[in-house]
């Protein structure tokens, strides 16, 4: 299967808050988990991502976490801002093929302030 | 990170007429490049995949005579939407690779595109 399940669809959070988005995958040959941040009208914007050699990993206020076993990795937005109000997509891949992205459905994120 | 830019940002043009829209990385090559289709509030939608030098990998659905993809050289890829219609109106986003399959992929501001 090549699907990946993302969830909440829509998420509100209180300014300072931590936003947590997750996401499931099946095919065990994904190796590569980039988040990407949407604002209205733009483009994605790759945000953090990881291998699953790792199981945690941390840029700023933006932290994955990933369970290889449970097949799930999550985003964890510590202290949300009113600007990091967007929609965000998990994704996948692997190294074989094209390697093409495989995307989640978004998570549309609102920090109230 | 890396820049990859879409030309025009907006277009509009009339029923029946075709429109070219360009991707381009800035600086860094890519050797694959992706064209996707996103429809309001919905996730993005890979309509093709192209690499330098050969022909464009079409997704299942997607017409190959109506998206023309041409991908020049390691820093440029064209998507040519032909005799568009009303309900090729979308945004079109282009992607970058930065390497092989499994690498980090970049994506343009996307594309506008109504067709009246």
């Known amino acids: 299967q090549q699907q990946v399940k993302q969830s909440p669809q829509s998420l509100i959070v209180q300014k300072g808050g931590i936003s947590i988005i997750n996401c499931a995958y099946e095919?065990?040959?994904?190796?590569?988990f980039p988040w990407y941040q949407q604002f209205p009208g733009k483009g994605p914007a790759l945000l953090i991502a990881i291998r699953p050699d790792v199981s945690e990993k941390k840029e700023g206020r933006f932290t994955i976490s990933f369970n290889k076993s449970a097949k799930q990795f999550s985003l964890h937005i510590m202290d949300s801002q009113p600007g990091d109000s967007a929609t965000y997509f998990c994704a996948a891949s692997t190294r074989g093929s094209q390697g093409n992205l495989i995307f989640g459905k978004g998570t549309k994120l609102s920090v109230k302030p | 990170g890396a820049v990859v830019s879409q030309h025009p940002s907006r277009v509009i043009c009339k029923s029946g007429t075709s429109v070219k829209i360009e991707c381009r990385s800035l600086?860094?090559?890519?050797?694959?490049m992706f064209w996707y289709r996103q429809f309001p509030k919905q996730s993005l939608m890979l309509m093709a995949t192209?690499?330098?030098?050969?022909?464009?990998?079409?997704e299942q659905g997607v017409e190959k005579d109506k998206f023309l993809i041409n991908h020049a050289s390691l820093t440029l890829s064209t998507l040519t939407v032909t005799s568009a219609h009303p309900e090729d109106s979308s945004f079109y986003i282009c992607s970058a690779r930065r390497g092989g399959p499994g690498r980090e992929q970049f994506f343009g501001p996307g594309t506008r595109l109504t067709v009246l």
């Open positions: 600086d860094f090559q890519a050797t694959t």
């Open positions: 095919n065990t040959a994904f190796d590569y």
């Open positions: 192209s690499n330098e030098g050969s022909k464009a990998t079409y």
